[in-house]
């Protein structure tokens, strides 16, 4: 596609239920990322793919967290049993390859909020 | 440990006024810089970035900004501002995959 695209856009959840988050890159792209924005925190890096390399997935908070790429393509964020804390926007990026030379391209988040 | 600061929350100036958004960083090599827009309910924007040679790099939409090796700094910079520059600031450093992102400046625009 044109973008980066993410579903869904917003996201209500009770506390302890399970969440999945989806972040469709563009086309090409071999790298992707995802990051956590809560208020007054700016950007947390959780965790990035790049190829066919493990993922880096020292930025990922707790074992509830976790994430996959499939055919390199399509990336899916899963939090498990979300506690309140969770409740900020997900954006996922992607670039052409890891790097400095390749900008990113961020798509518009998702927000989740806990109730 | 590589982080970024952004020591102003929150900054407000007047339509047509000068803006400087300030960025320290600290990494312990040459740093890869970056600053980021993020308008209400949309995603991150490239501003500028920051390689190397020229220590003064332009940038969409009118801005600027200058990398000072000295003070460790990488301020945004515009000479006059528009109502439609009101929006989140980010600045970032990062050589590898990763960005490390500061907290985030918002500017509000008075007319």
């Known amino acids: 596609g044109a973008g980066v695209s993410q579903s869904p856009s917003n996201k209500v959840t009770e506390k302890g239920k399970d969440v999945e988050l989806r972040c469709d890159p563009i086309?090409?792209?071999?790298?992707l990322y995802w990051y956590r924005q809560s208020l007054g925190q700016g950007l947390e890096f959780l965790i990035y793919?790049?190829?066919?390399?493990?993922?880096?997935k020292s930025g990922l908070p707790s074992d509830r967290f976790s994430a996959e790429r499939t055919g390199g393509s399509v990336s899916t964020l899963t939090i498990q049993r979300t506690q309140q804390e969770d409740s900020a926007v997900y954006l996922c990026?992607?670039?052409?390859?890891?790097?400095?030379?390749?900008?990113?391209?961020f798509g518009s988040g998702t927000r989740l909020t806990v109730v | 440990a590589q982080s970024v600061t952004q020591p102003d929350i929150h900054i407000t100036v007047s339509e047509g006024a000068s803006l400087e958004l300030r960025c320290n960083y600290s990494?312990?090599?040459?740093?890869?810089l970056f600053w980021y827009v993020q308008s209400p309910g949309q995603g991150l924007q490239l501003l500028l970035k920051y390689f190397s040679g020229d220590t003064l790099v332009q940038g969409i939409k009118g801005f600027e900004a200058e990398f000072k090796r000295s003070q460790s700094s990488f301020n945004l910079r515009k000479p006059s501002v528009h109502w439609s520059d009101a929006a989140e600031y980010f600045c970032a450093v990062g050589p590898t995959g990763k960005l490390i992102f500061g907290q985030g400046t918002t500017l509000q625009v008075k007319p």
């Open positions: 086309s090409g792209h071999t790298a």
């Open positions: 990026a992607s670039s052409l390859a890891a790097g400095p030379n390749y900008g990113y391209t």
């Open positions: 793919f790049q190829g066919n390399s493990a993922p880096d």
């Open positions: 990494y312990g090599a040459t740093p890869y």
